[in-house]
């Protein structure tokens, strides 16, 4: 079993910075990937970003070059830095961890930008 505490998420006007941050304990297996979703109300979650352990990373077009996500695998915590925050980015972004035993999902977080 894998858990995952998620943190940092919040209110911030447009524009604005915010910074989410995943620490999973538990069984981690070295080989694994992580990665931040959102799911806005009535929409389906999506994948926002996703980094694996040896530093690939994937990003959804609706936020490259504003979001950066990243890792330290010493501590099994994975980030996700959000600039230029747009109102369409509101929603509850949760953290997933899949290794080869399979998927593990954060209990999520409100992340709420006013226009």
């Known amino acids: 079993q894998v858990q995952l505490v998620e943190s940092g998420g919040g209110l911030v006007q447009a524009g604005g910075s915010l910074r989410l941050s995943c620490a999973a304990s538990?069984?981690?297996?070295?080989?694994?990937?992580m990665g931040w979703y959102r799911q806005a109300p009535g929409k389906q979650r999506e994948l926002v970003a996703a980094?694996?352990?040896?530093?690939?990373?994937n990003y959804a077009d609706s936020v490259k070059g504003r979001f950066t996500i990243s890792r330290d695998n010493a501590k099994n915590t994975v980030y996700l830095q959000m600039n230029s925050l747009k109102p369409e980015d509101t929603a509850v972004y949760y953290c997933?961890?899949?290794?080869?035993?399979?998927?593990?999902w954060g209990q999520g977080t409100q992340v709420t930008v006013s226009s």
């Open positions: 997933k961890y899949s290794d080869w035993a399979g998927d593990y």
């Open positions: 538990g069984s981690i297996f070295s080989i694994n990937a």
């Open positions: 980094i694996t352990s040896g530093g690939s990373t």
